[in-house]
């Protein structure tokens, strides 16, 4: 009975203290009192429906106490130390109970919810205390704001469970009334009669309890608002509170790392040492140490912010989501000391030498955080990598007559499908021809390469192979290639192809299967290139004239035919 007494002093402090208009709270436990809406207050069906509460508390509470007193009575008549700890165990149950209808009844009363009026921050957890400074202020935020969703939860099943007591006591009462029906003997009749009233009482409290349930939950129920207006209000309290925290603190990251980022730039500008065409092992160790400097400067501002502010609970997120990173990068490790390595220009690829990338060459223009490759001769040559794409790859010193690519743009090209044309356009993407004619042909630039291009613009070679007849034996290694040599050197510089002719060779080839074959070779300077067909095409007429000329027959070509009809015979056809 005394801690009874102790909390309902406790409990009428704090009371007090409320409507004094000074508690605080560290965590935001305290539910204020629900605001009655004009309407609330002009609804006396709303009092009286409390006010019934409260009555049927009082009553409850009359009936235990006068239990109480019995008890206290039978306590001082008890006999034997059994019956006395049976006794004091059920006065304890007692008390117990009336604390819990003197709660509720302040509860009702007031409108404040006293378990949340008098929580408390946990002062200790399972886990280790440096862990516990930081993750204590994030569940008592997430109990905060699941707090309303499990209110109301519990509400209704205290509704449930004493709906089901209720329950049980009527199917008690039915069957103990069922048994007095069918009792004769009064002693038993009495007994019975006893246990009945003991029931009644139970179902009596077990209404009682269940119309405070009930109530709880109804004014649970009649504090929701509509889900737009639930959102809103969040949103509000959010960007009022902590969202402005959170921006200020991602605010000070973007800003202090861009000054970083900025005054880094103006020293690689200003600073002889990094106009340097070569950078030293000292001006990277530099250049790394500073980025590093610059990440952690940049987390340093953000967690500053969080600190000043007081939001613990953002800052323990803050060291989780910080922790969880570093705890992944664990795993990479080997990754980014790989990328340290090119960024100090100590791994396989360094700064100023040649780097096969994406099947095309490019030259290493510069290690960085985003590295610049740059292909002098491809149209939008410079391309920029992040240094992770480097990672596995091999560079090498090159020299200064090294191509970088098969052709330039104006280049005439033979493909190895046959195609011929102008180099209009190639870039890291793509290769454009101009066919003869006008029309162009776009090849991808690794396809391009797989044709394996044969550029005509320096100087190139134009063979063509000339047949005569068996008859002209006799002269075909020698008289027929002379001859043929001066009448080509006469008609070449007749055309105006003399300036660009840079070898004529004329020579017997070989003995075919129906000709005598006379090889044509012909080496012109690239400025003829685009007339590379037309040149074959003039070589063949030329060499045509010469045998009208001289009259040298060309022979059509003879197919033996063995038929089956007689194995001793051929049949020729010409």
């Known amino acids: 009975m005394k801690n009874v007494n102790r909390k309902r002093i406790f409990i009428c402090l704090l009371i007090w203290w409320v409507l004094g208009g000074a508690c605080h709270l560290t965590y935001g436990q305290l539910t204020t009192p629900p605001e009655m809406t004009p309407s609330a207050r002009q609804g006396n069906s709303e009092y009286t429906k409390t006010i019934a509460t409260l009555e049927g508390i009082l009553q409850s509470t009359a009936t235990l106490q006068e239990k109480l007193k019995e008890k206290e009575r039978e306590l001082q008549t008890a006999e034997t130390e059994e019956q006395k700890t049976r006794i004091i165990n059920e006065m304890n149950d007692l008390a117990k109970r009336l604390g819990m209808l003197a709660k509720d009844f302040e509860s009702i009363a007031t409108g404040v919810d006293l378990e949340s009026f008098t929580a408390r921050p946990r002062k200790s957890f399972d886990w280790k205390e440096e ?13 905060r704001v699941t707090a309303r969703p499990r209110e109301i939860e519990k509400s209704r099943s205290e509704v449930t469970y004493y709906e089901n007591q209720l329950s049980l006591v009527n199917n008690a009462l039915e069957n ?18 006893a246990v009945e009233e003991t029931w009644r009482e139970k179902e009596k409290e077990s209404e009682n309890q269940l119309s405070i349930a009930q109530y709880r939950l109804n004014e649970k129920l009649k504090e929701e608002k509509p889900f737009v207006e639930s959102v809103q209000q969040i949103v509000r309290i959010f960007f009022k509170s902590r969202g402005r925290n959170l921006i200020l603190a991602l605010l000070s990251f973007v800003i202090v790392y861009l000054l970083l980022r900025v005054l880094y730039r103006f020293i690689y500008k200003v600073s002889p040492l990094h106009k340097a065409r070569k950078r030293t092992f000292f001006i990277r160790l530099v250049d790394v140490a500073y980025h590093i400097l ?7 501002a953000l967690l500053l912010v969080l600190y000043i502010s007081g939001d613990w609970v953002l800052l323990g997120l803050a060291l989780i989501f910080l ?77 200064k007559d090294e191509p970088w690519f098969p052709c330039q743009e104006n280049d005439w090209v033979i493909l190895a499908d046959g195609t011929f ?35 005509l613009s320096d100087n190139f070679r134009l063979e063509v192979t000339f047949g005569i007849d068996y008859r002209h034996q006799a002269i075909s290694t020698q008289e027929v290639p002379e001859k043929l040599f001066n009448v080509l050197k006469e008609a070449i510089a007749k055309r105006g192809y003399g300036d660009a002719l840079i070898n004529l060779n004329v020579e017997f080839k070989e003995a075919g299967a129906s000709s005598l074959d006379i090889a044509i070779l012909a080496d012109f300077s690239g400025q003829v290139a685009k007339e590379y067909d037309d040149l074959a095409r003039m070589f063949q ?24 009809e007689s194995p001793g015979k051929d049949r020729t056809a010409e």
């Open 131 to 143: 862990i516990q400074d930081v993750l204590g202020p994030i569940i008592e935020e997430m109990k």
């Open 176 to 193: 103990m009334k069922f048994l007095k029906e069918q009792v004769t003997t009064q002693k038993l009749k009495d007994h019975l009669s």
């Open 323 to 399: 922790f969880g990173l570093a705890w992944t990068a664990k795993q990479a490790l080997p990754f980014f000391w790989e990328q340290v390595k090119l960024l100090l220009n100590l791994s396989t690829v360094r700064e100023n030498e040649r780097v096969i990338y994406n099947g095309l060459p490019w030259k290493v223009a510069a290690l960085n955080l985003y590295t610049r490759l740059h292909n002098p001769v491809l149209k939008g040559g410079m391309i920029r990598l992040p240094l992770r794409e480097l990672v596995g790859l091999q560079s090498r010193p090159f020299y």
């Open 541 to 564: 007429r030329i060499a045509v004239d010469a045998c009208n000329m001289y009259g040298w027959v060309i022979p059509f070509t003879q197919i033996t035919l063995h038929t089956a």
């Open 421 to 455: 044309g102008m180099v209009a356009l190639q870039t890291p993407e793509m290769v454009q021809l101009v066919l003869p004619g006008g029309s162009r042909k776009t090849y991808p630039t690794i396809e391009f390469l797989r044709q394996h291009p044969n550029n």
């Open 294 to 300: 610059t990440v952690i400067g940049a987390t340093g």
